[in-house]
């Protein structure tokens, strides 16, 4: 059974720092993903990460993925208050036979303060 | 523009109702998901469906039922059998393996 955990849970940032947001999962995974969630909306796919050693970068955000560790990381570079959300992992289940189920890990509320 | 709508926006139950919250793609996107998503927590899958005409349980089926006659459409229906149904439902729909699933804005389901 594939279980995601994320930590931190809640990450409070001020403007222009650094900092990672690290995703562990349970057992073999084929494909990571990453989403952004805005307060009472709907998810936002970020990044896709399906290979070992796979880095995509968008603006600010930085994910990779390390299939050995089972683990992945968004990491978040001189921060503005615009990427304060709720990220969320997520990784791919063969599910009944089913190639596209997502066990999601409980999010990341990113809040960044000037 | 291609997407999910999801509707209503919010919706009430009262005890003993059943209800049923749409969800229509336009994206023919063959798979489509219901998640329900709780304060403060990640998304559990309700139920998927990998083409029309066929479905599948996910982690928290019980008290909640789908249908997928077109491949547009895969509504769910929150039954009186489903005792706290009060949460944040998306429903999502991904095209090729591999590829990220898209999400609609969501209906808010609340108990009168």
């Known amino acids: 059974e594939l279980k995601v955990e994320q930590n931190p849970l809640f990450l409070s940032m001020q403007e222009g720092k650094n900092y990672t947001i690290y995703c562990n999962y349970s057992t073999t995974s084929d494909r990571l993903y990453w989403y952004r969630q805005d307060p009472g909306k709907s998810l936002e796919s970020l990044f896709v990460l399906l290979s070992n050693g796979a880095v995509k970068q968008e603006g600010r955000l930085m994910a990779s993925l390390d299939t050995k560790a089972r683990l992945s990381t968004l990491h978040i570079t001189a921060a503005v208050h615009d990427l304060s959300a709720t990220y969320f992992c997520a990784g791919g289940l063969n599910y009944g036979g089913s190639q596209g189920n997502l066990i999601f890990g409980k999010g990341t509320k990113l809040s960044v303060k000037p | 523009d291609g997407g999910i709508t999801q509707s209503p926006k919010y919706l009430f139950r009262k005890e003993g109702q059943n209800v049923t919250l749409s969800c229509e793609q336009n994206?023919?996107?063959?798979?489509m998901y219901w998640y329900r998503q709780d304060p403060g927590q990640g998304l559990r899958l309700i139920y998927y469906s990998q083409i029309v005409n066929d479905f599948q349980k996910g982690d928290i089926a019980e008290g909640y039922s789908v249908s997928r006659e077109k491949k547009e459409s895969f509504p769910l229906t929150v039954t009186s059998a489903q005792k706290n149904p009060t949460a944040f439902y998306l429903c999502a729909s991904s095209d090729r393996e591999y590829q990220p699933q898209h999400f609609g804005d969501g209906t808010r389901l609340s108990i009168l």
């Open positions: 994206l023919n996107h063959d798979a």
